[in-house]
C-alpha cells in the first residue's frame, strides 16, 4: 500500500492546521487506508486527502472526531459528508475523459468538500442557501490559501447561470428529481454529481450530458440532508 505521509504543515497556525493526537498525520493516514480498503484509488485524490486539515471544517468541540469514517454535524442542521463520500464523488469527477476546468458546487456548508475541488480544479463556484456559513468557510480558505473559490449566497436550484456552462456539477443535499435547471448549465459534454430522492435512502447518480441529452446511471446508496428552496 502506497504510503501517503506527507511533509508536517505550519506548526503556528491560529487554526492547528498540522494536528496533534486525533488531528495528526498519523490519524490522516488511517483514514486514507480506509479510503483505499474502500475501493478509493485515485492516487493524486488519496494524497490530496492526507494533506487537508478536515479537522478545521468542524467545530473545535467535534474536532477530534474529523477522520473517523462518519459524517458529523456543522450547524443548521446540516452535516459534513464522511470521507468515503466526499472521495467517490470527487473520483467520479477525476474519472471524466477531461478534467474539467470549471466546476459549480452547491452546498457549500463547512468548506471542506470546496477546499478539495479547489486543489484539484482550475475555478470553483460554490453556492449556498444559509448565509451563516460563509464567513467561516472564507477564513479556512484563506487559512489554506485557497484562492480560485468564488463563494455566492444562492438558492442552488437556481444554479449560476453567469457563469455557466460548467464542465462539472457536484451537489452536496439531495433533490427529490435531478434539476433541470442544472442539467442546462452543464457543457456539452459535462457530467453532474447528485444524491436523488426523499426519505432515508437516496441514489448517488452521475448525470452526463450528450447531444441528444442526457444519461444518468445509479453509483452508490447514500444519506444526504435534503436540498432545500430559497435563501436564508
Ligand atoms: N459540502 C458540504 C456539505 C454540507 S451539507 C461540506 O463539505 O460541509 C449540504 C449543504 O447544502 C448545506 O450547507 C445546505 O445549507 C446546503 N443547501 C441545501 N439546499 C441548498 C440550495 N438549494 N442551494 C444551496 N445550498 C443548499
Redesign the pocket.
Known sequence: MTDYRVTEGQTNSPWNLKGIGMTSQRTRNRMIERLQEQGIENEELLTLMARVPRHI?LDEALSHRAYEDISLP?G?Q????RPWV?ARMTELLLEMPERPDKVL??????????AILSSLFKQVIS????SG?QPKAKQRFQALELSNIELHH?????GWNEKAPFDAIL???APASVPATLVDQLSETGVMILPVGEGEEQSLTRVTRNESGHTSDVIAPVH????????V
Do not use: N
Open positions: 471544517f456543522i443548521h446540516q452535516t459534513l459528508s466526499v458546487e452547491i452546498g457549500t456548508g463547512s468548506g471542506y468538500q470546496t453556492l449556498e442557501r444559509i456559513f444562492a438558492d442552488g436550484y437556481e451537489v452536496t443535499a444526504f440532508v435534503p436540498l432545500q428552496q430559497g435563501v
